[in-house]
């Protein structure tokens, strides 16, 4: 019987077109992300929930577009200028909402985008028709790009999502203890990464192998807890 190797090692996490799994709940996102040089405006907005994928897939279409990712809450340690010789992935915008240096250089940004004919992804973790954006002028600019959210996850997607959380820990359980977590958690990224980071750090501690039972009794302690 194999055995896992339970060791210490750094988390690596993989952020390739290949590690992106495809379901029901996420296809629309992706297709349009995919559709890039059809965006209206030449820009466009993914959000959903942390863990969601959604810094995966804009760092997928970076590549694909040769695009710089700029964390929003950077954005006034650049240059605007030298940014929109390229096209442009701002991460987590809506994080960054009220800050007016940060929403006055997304302004900027935008507008020199939009004059060199370069495209703009925009990622948040919400609705953009939520955010609560400071600047009416930024505001009205948003308001005209297409958003794609990125839902949770069905069943499917959820045990892949297991799956490349383990595999980014240097861990591969067996498919009976992926789908016995499928049925004892809430389909939710928050819950996926939750649940594997915990059973990480417990299996390390117990030095123990993440098997089904293992699992069971890491997910009764919770349940106590």
């Given at each position: ?34 559709d890039w ?55 987590d915008l ?118 089904r039972r ?12």
């Amino acid at each position: 019987m194999s055995k896992q190797l339970i060791l210490d090692l750094p988390k690596r996490t993989s952020l390739g077109r290949g590690d992106f799994f495809i379901s029901h709940s996420n296809a629309l996102a992706v297709a349009l992300i995919e559709d890039w040089e059809n965006w209206p405006n030449r820009k466009h907005i993914l959000y959903g929930a942390k863990g969601s994928g959604k810094t995966h897939l804009s760092h997928v279409w970076a590549t694909t577009a040769g695009a710089a990712v700029i964390p929003a809450a950077e954005l006034t340690q650049h240059d605007v200028t030298e940014l929109t010789q390229t096209n442009v992935v701002v991460d987590d915008l809506d994080q960054m909402a009220g800050d007016m240096a940060t929403e006055q250089a997304m302004f900027h940004l935008h507008n020199l985008i939009a004059a060199q004919g370069n495209y703009m992804l925009i990622t948040g973790r919400t609705d953009p028709g939520k955010w609560p954006l400071a600047l009416p002028d930024l505001a009205s600019r948003l308001q005209g790009a297409r958003a794609a959210t990125l839902a949770d996850p069905d069943d499917s997607l959820f045990i892949a999502l297991l799956a490349k959380l383990f595999s980014d820990r240097q861990l591969f359980p067996g498919p009976d203890v992926l789908q016995y977590l499928l049925t004892r958690c809430d389909r939710s990224f928050e819950q996926a990464q939750f649940i594997v980071d915990e059973l990480d750090r417990q299996a390390l501690a117990e030095h123990r192998n993440i098997t089904r039972r293992f699992a069971a009794e890491v997910l009764d302690k919770l349940a106590v807890d």
